[in-house]
């Protein structure tokens, strides 16, 4: 049985997978499977990498040039079901890009993240003034109106409730560099609340804070990135740009990101030592 978390962005990459798992199974290539079908091949492509949902005659009819019958099929319709639910996150689609909401979809089922963040505090550990203040930052280069600004704060926030405090959340492993808790958004007021903050959810059981010092050796020169890992699915890692956003699922590359976590995480303080650091942030933001 899925959790009761389960994605419905998970689910199509699942179904998508399992389509392509059984038509290699068969010896078929995608254009060969189409061909049979009467179907182009860009169809069976766009199916097998969830760009596409299937119906069920679509379903039905794969199973049966895959030689697929019983509970096998069941699960198939059962993850098409599933696929076909809303997310919350589709409640903010319109002001998100696109492979944002994807990733939220995929956040929503990770039993383990890694977050290394080396220029902000993360969104899942933001206050609602500090989220407003890094959105505004980009505001202009990004032109995002004022409605746009609330309903990102307003999806941040709900994120939050989601990912953190659901009974069954993921462990959570955040590595940040000293540097976002020095690097100003918003006034003293607005940086003081967030170290306390972080401070407070760094003690929660299924959170690990830990903070990369600017004195320390700096291991590995990478941009932010987030590592998702899941209980029935390949792992993916997170990386966001100005505009846009990619989505490393090679699984080479992959290891490559989890190897630099692990380095990141080994050179940081650990959770007390960098509790410590975080509380002398907010008395330096007190000041």
């Not at 994605?7 to 059984?22: A, D, I, K, M, N």
């Not at 809303?86 to 409640?91: I, S, Y």
């Amino acid at each position: 049985m899925p959790p009761q978390h389960g994605s419905p962005t998970v689910r199509r990459l699942r179904l998508g997978q399992e389509l392509r798992l059984l038509r290699e199974r068969r010896n078929l290539t995608g254009a060969k499977a189409a061909r049979d079908l009467g179907w182009s091949p860009s169809k069976v492509s766009r199916i097998e990498a969830a760009k596409t949902m299937p119906s069920t005659d679509d379903i039905a009819a794969l199973a049966k040039l895959y030689h697929v019958g019983g509970e096998k099929l069941d699960e198939l319709f059962s993850l098409l079901r599933d696929a076909e639910q809303r997310g919350w996150w589709e409640d903010y689609e319109d002001a998100l890009p696109a492979e944002y909401t994807k990733f939220l979809g995929l956040e929503a089922e990770a039993t383990t993240q890694r977050d290394w963040e080396p220029q902000v505090v993360p969104g899942l550990l933001q206050t609602e003034a500090y989220a407003r203040e890094v959105i505004l930052a980009t505001r202009g280069i990004a032109r995002i109106t004022h409605s746009g600004v609330r309903s990102r704060v307003e999806a941040r926030l709900d994120r939050q409730q989601r990912v953190l405090y659901r009974p069954d959340a993921c462990v959570l492993m955040v590595v940040l560099d000293e540097s976002a808790l020095t690097r100003r958004f918003g006034e003293p007021a607005v940086m003081r609340e967030q170290m306390e903050h972080l401070l407070e959810v760094s003690l929660l059981p299924h959170v690990s804070v830990r903070v990369l010092t600017l004195d320390s050796v700096h291991p590995v020169n990478t941009g932010a990135f987030i590592h998702l890992k899941f209980a029935s699915f390949d792992d993916v890692v997170y990386l966001e740009q100005l505009y846009t956003a990619d989505f490393v699922e090679d699984l080479g590359r992959v290891a490559g990101y989890e190897s630099a976590f692990d380095h990141l995480r080994s050179e940081a303080l650990d959770e007390s030592e960098s509790r410590v650091l975080i509380q002398r942030k907010a008395m330096l933001w007190r000041g």
